[in-house]
């Protein structure tokens, strides 16, 4: 059985993914733990699976434990949930800055998975990394696969890359959107209505990102718009007159920065 300690919106993509998969039976094989009565009641209702307001009854029940808690939460159940994790269960951990060291420090197993997902895993569009140590089966590591294959794509990396991974993925939908959003603005003001501005910018996201998903290069897809002297080029100087590769790169070791920090301020505490 698999437990999700937690019952938000990022724990909802998980069992939304797994309902979605013909690999799982849903109702017998899903527990979550969740402190809010209603929120207890919509998952059962809308996804027909069994929850509970205890995390101690997810830990004794389940042999794959999910922790979907805030990160300044984690220690409190980790503490509560430590005498029911035994060396045989899996724990898998989805919040930002707690390391495999930090659980290791907390739980008897050694069966530990830290996993950074994203925001578009609640369309089942969300990019999953994974690091662990190397007491896994290949039996073990393709159940947890399997689960994040339901909400996107997943890789696997050694841990050293979580805090660039946190940077890149997990804050990039923000960025992003902030993008879309000054595209948006930018459409306002030279005479779009805002629902024309909205979707003209977000299908041209679609589509690039399509594009690009097919294996084509920015580089090619760049080249492919811009004609010499047209009003692509004419953006893409504006772009760099105005520095937008450094404000990128900026923005990613800023956040690669914090992670960092988030990091070492967990291991301490």
Known sequence: MTGFIGGGNMAEAMVKGIA?????????????????????????????????ASN?????????IILAVKPQNMAAVLDEIADAVTGDKTV????????????QSKLKTKKLIRVMPNTPALVQEGMSVMSMCECFSDRDVAVVRDILMSIGKVITLPEKYMDAVTALSGSGPAFIALFIETMIEAGVKMGLNRD????????????TAKLLDTGMTPEKLGEMVTSPGGTTAAGLRAFE??????????????ALKRAKELGKSKESS
């Open 241 to 254: 007159e105005r520095g937008l590769s450094n404000i990128v790169s900026e923005a990613l070791h800023a």
């Open 56 to 64: 101690k009854e997810v830990a004794s029940l389940c042999n794959i």
């Open 196 to 207: 024309n501005a909205y979707e003209l910018a977000v299908q041209t996201l679609i589509g």
């Open 92 to 103: 898998v951990s989805i919040a930002a800055g707690i390391t495999l060291s930090f659980l």
């Open 20 to 52: 979605q998969s013909s690999k799982f039976k849903v109702q017998s094989e899903i527990l979550v733990s969740e402190p809010q009565i209603e929120r207890r009641k919509y998952l059962e209702q809308t996804y027909g699976i069994k929850t509970t």
